[in-house]
């Protein structure tokens, strides 16, 4: 076992030398240097901070990495951040040490806005068939060069071209000669042999194959990226349907918690809700007064919701809601911005059922019990769960209802009071301290009425 032991241990001392002979022959430029690899971001939604943040990140990235390129993969109906940002934009890609190639696609994508003048300064362009690229503007001049696309300028500063147009223009430096970049295999075939700085792009490479057909195989490792959750998350908020949907969500659900006497799992979704909608309305061209038309429909809800009946309050929360709507969003070159009609009716019908059917029939069941309306709760007592001051909550039998007190005086927490009448679902209490009347008279009841009248027989009591 000794020798056998001792075997086993020069023969993996053995290989380790073997090894690092190997390595240092490798080192020694005897093997073949490893291809670096090529880094892909994908660029989608509107260009906004977070997008322009991400993209200069990824050149860096792509540079420390060693990566032999930085391929965007773009689709993106506009651009929602100022010239100078986008002047940023601009010089960061021209001045990378590393080629940066810019890829519109798959099929169907869009590059609109004045983001899109990046693809004057890439160093190698190309689109999806079916794909279109315009609306970039006037040339934004940035530090250490131009934004020059030469004669279609005109045509892509206040219109988009297709594929087969911008092949005619000359928008793209696409280095290959089929009909579009319909994949991103074909993008890195469009970026293999580019030269820059002395160093030869290494991308794919020819194969003949038995049939004597030629293919070209990926030989580069492609290494795909996008936004951290977070990045995406409010990057994501920042598009119009999403934005919209959630201003709407997150009114209502405030509302809703507003009329449950509490704070519970509603108020903190909708708080949530509100806050990244307006986090998305901050990055959007937003119409303000279109915001505070729909801020002011939820309050007109709430005043025919107090009164559990939808009434003429509905309809004018119905009207600002449908022009608040409609309205919301401004348009930018390329795209109307408007919440497409899938939004718009979930929106607005969402609202609808809420307001008409959802919400009054909450709050009878929330403060009401299957007896409302009836005579006999006038005179019954309660226990004040949240002050009647002059408004509150008591719960009288098994059942919680909202309350108001027909006194001046307030009522505490944990008081008891007596129903002195009823208005739709609201019950008037007072306190059981200086009551102005036995309501329970009003019951039908005898018992007390013939303890306190004296006889029944109408003789009157010896002594009186």
Partial sequence: MRRLAIALLTAAGGLSLFGAGAQAQDDAGGGEAAIPPVDVLQVSGFVDDILVAEIGDAIERAAAGNSQALILQVNSRGTVVDDNVVAGLLADVAAAPIPIGVWVGPTGSRFYGTAAQILAVADVTGMAPGARVGYVG???????????????????????????EARALDVFKQRITDEGIPTV?????????????????RTTEQVVADDGNTRFDTIATVRFSKLSLTDQLFHTVASPPVAYLLLLIGLALLVFEFFTAG????????????????????????????????????????????????RFWTGVGLVLTVLGSWFLFTSIPGSSMRPSWIALITGVGGIALTFIVGMPNMVRTRFATPTIGREWMIGEL???????????????????????????????????VRVAAIDGITLEVEPLEGAAKDYRERRGGHDDESADSGPADGTVESGS
């Fill in 138 to 164: 006037v040339p934004i001049g940035f530090a250490g060069g131009d934004v020059d696309f030469g004669i279609a300028e005109e045509n892509l500063r206040n219109n988009s071209v297709g594929l087969t």
């Fill in 185 to 201: 295999t074909s993008m890195l075939q469009a970026m293999n042999g580019y030269e820059e700085g002395g160093v030869t792009l």
């Fill in 263 to 310: 704070v519970g799992v509603a108020g903190v979704v909708g708080a949530i809700c509100t806050v990244l909608a307006f986090s998305g309305l901050a990055v959007l061209p937003t119409r303000t007064w279109a915001v505070a038309a729909i801020m002011f429909a939820m309050l007109a809800f709430s005043i025919d919701v107090q009164v559990g009946i939808p």
């Fill in 382 to 416: 309660g226990t004040v769960v949240d002050s009647v001051d002059p408004d509150g909550v008591v719960e009288v039998g098994s059942g919680r209802w909202r309350a108001r007190t027909n006194r001046a005086t307030p009522v505490l927490r944990g008081e008891q």
